[in-house]
């Protein structure tokens, strides 16, 4: 992990950022690094570390051809870029909490009976709440991993656009996952950038900020 950033400026990690709509399609990006990037992107805070986010990495021509009548605004990036990365919310993911516990215990991360104290209040109470509201807990901590996988994008130098325009009623079981458990954040598309993007205007702190 980390092994393959090639920009480690936070600033122009930040300022530099683009949404890309079309991409080198000479440059691929190896299993590998899309490997690294998604464990370091997976350093995102989640509610209570579950860690919820679930990516489909869709890259193969069949993938595409797949993907393809499902992002009908955004077939360019889908065509273009080195991947197209579908970015789920798990709303079963207390199938992993003894597993995030366990090895925190065994890497001395943290006490056993702190993890036997939080292991217990999760699932004791995660499995009892609304459906509903495990989705939006799924989808704000997916959310955040998405972010910061763009973020981590740049860091290795590649250029990403998330993507909310597509058709979310069908894409999970397009690629044959459990639309009972799965729900779908956002799709990223990742590669490197054929033309530099545009810089867009961001309303200022005073704003959108309210002091009370």
């Not at 996952?177 to 799709?187: E, G, T």
């Not at 990742?190 to 033309?195: M, P, S």
Request: charged share 25%; hydrophobic share 40%; proline share 4%.
């Amino acid at each position: 992990m980390l092994e393959s950033i090639q920009n480690n400026d936070f600033v122009n990690i930040l300022t530099g950022r683009r949404s890309i709509r079309q991409y080198d399609e000479d440059v691929k990006i190896s299993e590998e690094e899309l490997h690294a990037m998604i464990q370091e992107a997976s350093l995102a805070p989640s509610s209570a570390n579950m860690q919820p986010w679930r990516i489909i990495v869709v890259h193969s021509p069949e993938g595409k051809d797949k993907l393809r009548p499902l992002v009908q605004f955004n077939t360019r990036q889908n065509d273009t870029s080195a991947a197209m990365l579908i970015i789920l919310g798990d709303t079963q993911s207390d199938l992993y909490v003894e597993k995030i516990y366990d090895t925190a215990v065994e890497q001395g991360k943290m006490p056993k009976d702190i993890r036997d104290k939080q292991v217990a209040q999760i699932l004791g109470m995660y499995p009892q709440i609304p459906r509903e509201l495990k989705i939006e807990i799924a989808k704000i901590d997916a959310s955040l991993f998405a972010m910061q996988l763009m973020l981590v994008a740049r860091a290795h130098g590649y250029d990403t656009n998330p993507m909310a325009g597509f058709e979310r009623d069908q894409v999970v079981s397009a690629f044959d996952l459990d639309v009972n458990r799965y729900v779908p954040v956002m799709i990223l598309s990742i590669g490197k950038a054929k033309d530099e993007g545009h810089e867009s205007v961001r309303l200022g702190s005073e704003e959108i900020t309210f002091w009370r």
